[in-house]
C-alpha cells in the first residue's frame, strides 16, 4: 500500500505528505518531514510547499481557512488551488524556480467559500533540504480588499474618462502649477488643439494673447485664496479666429492639505456671447429709436401746441365778441376740440418721455386738498352734461401738506375721474381720500375713484392698462379715447411708488385705487376734526 500524501494529528497546524517528490515511490524521510512541518507551523499566514512540478507536499492550517475547505490530499496540485484563468502564469513561475529565479509577490485568484474570489499576492521561494531536494514554498497574502478596491478605483476611473469623452463640455485637468495632465476631444477642440498627442505644458498658453494676461491674474488668485477659478474669455483657434469659453477650476487637496490637481470645465458661449452683442445692439437701436421719437414727438408737439394755443386765444376771444346764438355753439364747439387734441398731444408726449425714462418728478410741497378740490372742479362742466353726480370724500386727518409731485397726482386723478364720468351714463362718481396710516416723517394716502357706470368685463381686466388698449376697440365705438389714459395713470403711479388697482363689476361700475406715501411737511396741520368732508 503506497503511502499517503499527508499525516496529521488534531494538532497540529501544519499536513505534510509523506511521499519523497523527488524520488517515484519512495518515501519522505522523518527528518525532511520534521523540516517541512516546523517551517508550516511557524508561518501564521497561509502557505503551500510544493514540488517544483507543480503537486502539493503540504499546507497549514491558515490555507484551508482561507480557502473555506481542505485540499485535495492526494494527488493534489497547485492547479487545483487556483483559478483557472491563472494556470499559464503558475507554469511560468514554477519554471523559474526551476531556473534558480526566486518570485516575489505575483497577484493571483483562488476560489475561496461560495465561489468568490480571494485574491492573493503569492510568494514563491526555493528550500533545499540538502543535495538534489529542493521544493518551493509559497506564502499567500489575502489582497482581496486591496485588490477590488483598486478595481473599483480603475472602474471609476474609466467611467470619469468615458463621461468625460462625452461630455458637451470641454474637461481638462492639471497639476498644482497648472500643467496639463488630461484633456478630453472637446476642450481640446474648443481651445485648438487639433493634434492626437495628449497636450501638456500650461493650460493657459491656449487662451488668447490679449484675454491672457487677466487670466492668468485671477487664476494666480484664486490659487493664493483657495477659491473657485471662474472666468469669460477667448480661446485662439486656428487661423487667428477666437471661440469665447466659461470656464471653471476646482481646486483638490491632497492628504496634506496641500493642492493636489486641479479639474476644470470649459463651454463654448460663442453663439450666446453673439446673441448677447446682437441684442445689446438692438437695444441700443431701439434706444436710440425711442430717443428720436420722444425728439420728433417734442418737436412735433412744440410746433402744435403753439398755433393750437393761438386758436384757442382766437376762440376765447370771438366768445367775448357778439355772436348769434349758433355762432357761439359753433365756436363753443371748436373750443371743446381744440381742448381735446392738445389733450392728446399731451398724452402721447408724456407716454413717449415715460417710455424713453424722460420723464421726471419735481417733489415740492403741495396741498392734497387742493389737488383734490381742483380735479373737482375740471370734471364739474362735463358731469353736469352728463347729468352725472359729483362727489368728494376727504378724510379730515390728511395732512394739509405733504411733499411730492402735485401736478402728476392731479394728472392721474383728472385721467381716472375723467374716464369714470366719460363711462357712467348715469349716477355719480365719487373721488375718496383718506389716511392709512401716519408717523413723524411720512404719511399713506389711499386715492380711490368709484363710478355706477357701464363695468369693465373681466376678460378685459388685465390689459385696460395697456397702451392703445380699449375696452370697446370698435371703429364704431361710442367712447372716444385713444387709449393712453390708464396707460399713463399706471406708468405715473408706479412712478411715484404706488400701483394703480382696479374692481369692476359689469353694468355696476368700478372702483380704481392706489397707495402713495408721502413725506410730511413741517408742522403739518389736519385739514378737519372728524368725519369726512363731503362735497356735491
Known amino acids: ?47 503551500v510547499v510544493l514540488a517544483l512540478n507543480g503537486n502539493l507536499v503540504g499546507w497549514n492550517r491558515a490555507v484551508e481557512v482561507l480557502l473555506g475547505r481542505v485540499p485535495q490530499a492526494e494527488g493534489g496540485t497547485i492547479f487545483d488551488l487556483v483559478t483557472p484563468a491563472s494556470h499559464a ?4 513561475w514554477l519554471l523559474r524556480l526551476v531556473n534558480g529565479e526566486n518570485v516575489p509577490a505575483v497577484r493571483t485568484c483562488i476560489p475561496g467559500v461560495n465561489g468568490e474570489e ?9 528550500v533545499s533540504l540538502g543535495e538534489d531536494r529542493v521544493l518551493a514554498r509559497v506564502r499567500f497574502r489575502d489582497r482581496t480588499r486591496e485588490t477590488r478596491a483598486e478595481a473599483a478605483q480603475r472602474a471609476s476611473e474609466e467611467r470619469f474618462r468615458m463621461l468625460c469623452a462625452m461630455a458637451p463640455v470641454g474637461v481638462f485637468q492639471t497639476d498644482p502649477e497648472g500643467r496639463l495632465t488630461y484633456t478630453n476631444q472637446r476642450w481640446r477642440q474648443l481651445a485648438g488643439l ?33 477659491n473657485e477659478f471662474f472666468a469669460e474669455f477667448r480661446f485662439l483657434v486656428e487661423r487667428g479666429q477666437a471661440r469665447w469659453g466659461r470656464t471653471r477650476i476646482a481646486q ?112 415740492l410741497p403741495f396741498s392734497p386738498g387742493e389737488v383734490l378740490a381742483e380735479v373737482m372742479r375740471q370734471a364739474a362742466m362735463l358731469a353736469d352734461a352728463r347729468g352725472v353726480s359729483m362727489q368728494l370724500e376727504v378724510d379730515p386727518r390728511i395732512p394739509a401738506q405733504v411733499i411730492g409731485d402735485g401736478t402728476r397726482l392731479q394728472q392721474v386723478l383728472s385721467k381716472l375721474v375723467g374716464n369714470a364720468v366719460k363711462f357712467t351714463p348715469e349716477g355719480s362718481v365719487r373721488l375718496r381720500c383718506h389716511q392709512l396710516s401716519v408717523d ?18 373681466p376678460a378685459a381686466v388685465e390689459r385696460i392698462f395697456h397702451p392703445f388698449v380699449q375696452v370697446d376697440g370698435e371703429p364704431t365705438r361710442r367712447h372716444g379715447g385713444t387709449g393712453l389714459g390708464l396707460a399713463l395713470v399706471k406708468q405715473l403711479v408706479e412712478l411715484m411708488g404706488g400701483e394703480v388697482r382696479v374692481e369692476s363689476v359689469l353694468g355696476s361700475g368700478s372702483t380704481f385705487w392706489f397707495h402713495l406715501t408721502f413725506p410730511l411737511v413741517d408742522r403739518n396741520v389736519p385739514s378737519g376734526d372728524t368725519g369726512f368732508r363731503r362735497r356735491e
Open 1 to 47: 500500500m503506497q503511502d499517503k500524501p499527508i499525516a496529521i494529528t488534531t494538532e497540529s497546524t501544519a499536513r505534510v505528505g509523506t511521499k519523497a517528490p523527488w524520488a517515484s515511490g519512495s518515501s519522505m524521510e522523518d527528518a525532511d518531514r520534521a523540516v517541512l512541518r516546523g517551517l508550516l507551523e511557524g508561518e501564521s499566514e497561509p502557505m
Open 89 to 92: 502564469s503558475w507554469h511560468g
Open 118 to 126: 480571494v485574491w492573493v499576492d503569492a510568494s514563491l521561494f526555493a
Open 194 to 226: 487639433y493634434s492626437a498627442a495628449e497636450p501638456r505644458g500650461l493650460w493657459w498658453q491656449a487662451v488668447h494673447p490679449e484675454d491672457r494676461p487677466r487670466v492668468v491674474d485671477l487664476w494666480q488668485s484664486s490659487l493664493r485664496h483657495g
Open 252 to 363: 483638490q487637496a491632497g492628504s496634506d492639505g496641500r493642492v493636489a490637481y486641479c479639474i476644470g470645465t470649459s463651454e463654448d458661449v460663442t453663439d450666446l456671447k453673439r446673441v448677447q452683442s446682437d441684442l445689446a445692439a438692438a437695444r441700443d437701436a431701439a434706444m436710440e429709436s425711442a430717443r428720436l421719437k420722444t425728439q420728433f414727438l417734442s418737436n412735433i408737439s412744440h410746433e402744435i401746441r403753439t398755433p393750437m394755443n393761438g386758436v384757442l386765444g382766437m376762440l376765447e376771444l370771438l366768445t367775448a365778441t357778439d355772436l348769434t346764438e349758433s355762432q357761439q355753439r359753433y365756436a363753443g364747439i371748436a373750443r371743446e376740440s381744440a381742448d381735446i387734441l392738445l389733450g392728446v398731444m399731451e398724452d402721447i408726449l408724456d407716454f413717449s418721455r415715460l417710455e424713453a425714462g424722460r420723464l421726471r418728478l419735481t417733489p
Open 440 to 457: 413723524g416723517q411720512r404719511c399713506l394716502l389711499r386715492f380711490e375713484v368709484v363710478d355706477t357706470g357701464i363695468g369693465i368685463p
